[in-house]
Antibody
């Protein structure tokens, strides 16, 4: 059974880079046809898709954040990562990683991490 | 702004049926997936595809779609169904994903 666990700093200063990692256990980030998404949720607000990275390293980002987002895959550690640059208080949110069955019969997020809260504050 | 529109809140009497809708042009081409989120928890997938439930999801959850509207139906709502529900699908380009704004379901 695949499980996901987010990790990273809980506090980031404005204008700095937010860096999060999602560790995958019980499966491989390189498994064919798997995509890996990042999703966030500001306090009291709706879910927002940030982007995904495929098992081959191709990416797709939400146009709202495209200029600030970088996602990467580390197959040796079985992890994938998110970097969000030039953060502001508006980036304060719970950040979730999820397995994304993009393009297959499920075409959605079937496995989620528990989430990690990131606060942007000086 | 979200390309998928949901009503902010609905309420249902215990044991009755409630329909949660999600509207968007991309739903004419792609199915919606539906997620249940309880306070302090990660979302869980409840419906995918035309009308499919992952293992462990009660059969009182079902889905339907018509034109640009996808619906999640809870038949015989239980107290434990009180939660926020989000739809998700692709955007009109088909290359990206978008969430609806979420619907808070209250079971009376």
């Amino acid at each position: 059974q695949v499980q996901l666990q987010e990790s990273g700093p809980g506090l980031v200063k404005p204008s700095e880079i937010l860096s999060l990692t999602c560790n995958v256990s019980g499966g491989s980030v390189s498994s064919e046809r798997n995509y890996w998404s990042w999703i966030r949720q500001p306090p009291g607000k709706a879910l927002e898709w940030i982007g995904y990275i495929s098992n081959t390293g191709s990416t797709s980002y939400n146009p709202s954040h495209k200029s600030r987002v970088t996602m990467s895959l580390d197959t040796s550690k079985n992890q994938f990562s998110l970097k969000l640059s030039t953060v502001t208080v508006a980036d304060t949110a719970m950040y979730f990683c999820a397995r994304d069955r993009f393009g297959d019969y499920l075409d959605g997020f079937d496995i989620w991490g528990q989430g990690t809260m990131v606060t942007v504050s000086s | 702004s979200s390309e998928l529109t949901q009503d902010p809140a609905v309420s249902v009497a215990l044991g009755q049926t409630v329909r949660i809708t999600c509207q968007g042009d991309s739903l004419r081409m792609y199915y919606a997936t539906w997620y249940q989120q309880k306070p302090g928890q990660a979302p869980i997938l409840v419906i995918y595809g035309k009308n499919n439930r992952p293992s462990g999801i009660p059969d009182r959850f079902s889905a339907s779609d018509s034109g640009n509207t996808a619906s999640l139906v809870i038949t015989g709502a239980q107290a434990e169904d009180e939660a926020d529900y989000y739809c998700n699908s692709r955007d009109k380009s088909g290359e990206q994903r978008v969430f609806g704004g979420g619907t808070k379901v209250t079971v009376l």
